[in-house]
């Protein structure tokens, strides 16, 4: 009985201080939609009135250089979602059939299937409750333990595999310490792929997610901050990388003007020019995007100044984020249950709320990855729930 007078009330704490902050859910408050308030209709039907629907076209090149520019990189390779794209830098870094790769267990499963499909093995280490990305010195600890040095690289004593890359994850768009993380890097001998799926304009030290690590993916999905509808992108600043996740992701198709010659086995990954031109048009609108979305993050977190049930997680100091999914951190020591509790009231009142991801090594078939202890994201993953972050919300009260 306490610990439902506790629930209730820990529910309307977070439905006065959303009233504050959305107004009241007249309507149901989705948690995060796309908004197109730019030249989106023109080009797309600047596509279907010039039959450039497909693999190629004006748009996807366009959409390249934005992408590539808004991430501080020289080169950008679109593809058709950010799942692939993250399996072509993967790819291009040298991941291959049976290494591990480091990734946080606190990440959408995609970042896990990408390794996957390359036949590379996740192994999931620990977040930090400050940036909710890789803890770079849980990581240093546990490399440190179970890493041997080899002369083709570090391998995982317990598990005798090769150990190949380090894929962090700006997760709701928070960048995680990629200056630690790059030193674990160094130290290790590994590369750096990121995931920026969910941290397209945001900023790390001034410098732009995406474009921090070797190579980076981006994701053009329908909920994240810009959309292509579905899409994705690799980013580098190297251009060998570059130019071979472009092969690989237009199968492998070495260029002439009619032959077909494929050099090794590819995918047909590209992004279609239809997808490409909704991007350009959403891609001008990034940084105002930004804007609306640090704002409304803004309102949260003045809105929920003060609440005993838990706080709006902020920006890591150094860091701009572009506040993808705003999140409440429930107070440490929040009864267990008290978080579905509270997003069955949330979603029953009108405001859509989700919890964080399942942990990846909670997923069945993920259950038996080589993993690191983890304690942060097994907490965190019982305190985070993300509240409606569309930018439009922004402008609602
Ligand atoms: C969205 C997302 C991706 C890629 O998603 P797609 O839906 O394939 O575009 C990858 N990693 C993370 C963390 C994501 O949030």
Request: hydrophobic share 45%; glycine share 10%; charged share 20%.
């Amino acid at each position: 009985m306490a610990e439902l007078q506790y629930n209730s009330a820990l529910l309307e704490g977070v439905l006065e201080r959303l009233g504050r902050v959305l107004g009241p859910a007249d309507e149901f408050i989705p948690l995060h939609i796309p908004e197109f308030l730019g030249d989106e209709r023109a080009l797309v039907a600047d596509c279907i009135d010039t039959g450039w629907v497909s693999s190629v076209g004006k748009y996807v090149e366009q959409f390249e250089r934005d992408v590539a520019a808004a991430c501080g990189a020289a080169y950008g390779v679109a593809v058709v979602n950010g799942t692939a794209a993250l399996e072509l830098a993967m790819k291009v870094v040298g991941v291959e059939p049976g290494d591990e790769v480091v990734m946080p267990a606190l990440t959408f499963v995609a970042t896990a299937n990408a390794a996957h499909h390359l036949g590379a093995i996740p192994h999931f280490a620990d977040s930090a409750e400050g940036t909710l990305g890789l803890d770079p010195g849980a990581l240093r600890a546990h490399l440190s333990r179970i890493g041997e040095a080899r002369a083709d690289g570090l391998y995982n004593r317990e598990t005798g595999r090769r150990i190949s890359c380090i894929v962090p994850m700006h997760v709701f768009g928070h960048p995680a310490d990629m200056d630690g993380l790059a030193a674990v890097a160094i130290e290790f001998g590994l590369t750096i792929v990121e995931d920026a799926a969910e941290s397209l304009g945001s900023r790390y030290k001034g410098h732009a997610c995406g474009s921090l690590g070797r190579v980076g993916a981006v994701s053009f999905n329908g909920n994240k901050i810009v959309t292509t509808g579905g899409g994705g992108a690799v980013v580098t600043n190297d251009e060998a990388l570059a130019r071979r996740a472009k092969h690989l992701s237009t199968t492998a198709k070495v260029p002439h003007r009619w032959a077909f010659e494929h050099d090794e086995a590819g995918y047909n990954y590209r992004l279609p020019n239809l997808n490409a031109a909704l991007g350009v048009a959403q891609m001008a609108q990034l940084d105002e995007r930004v804007a609306k979305k640090r704002l409304l993050a803004r309102r949260y977190i003045d809105g929920f100044a003060g609440f005993e049930g838990g706080t709006i997680f902020e920006e890591p100091a150094g860091a701009e984020s572009n506040y993808w999914l705003n999140a409440l951190l429930l107070a440490p020591g929040t009864a267990e249950g008290a978080r579905d509790d509270l997003l069955d009231g949330l979603n029953s009142a009108g405001y859509m709320a989700r919890p964080v991801w399942k942990l990846m090594h909670h997923l069945p078939f993920l259950a038996d990855a080589p993993r690191a202890p983890l304690p942060v994201a097994e907490d965190l993953e019982r305190r985070i729930i993300n509240l409606p972050s569309s930018a439009m919300l922004a402008g609602r009260t």
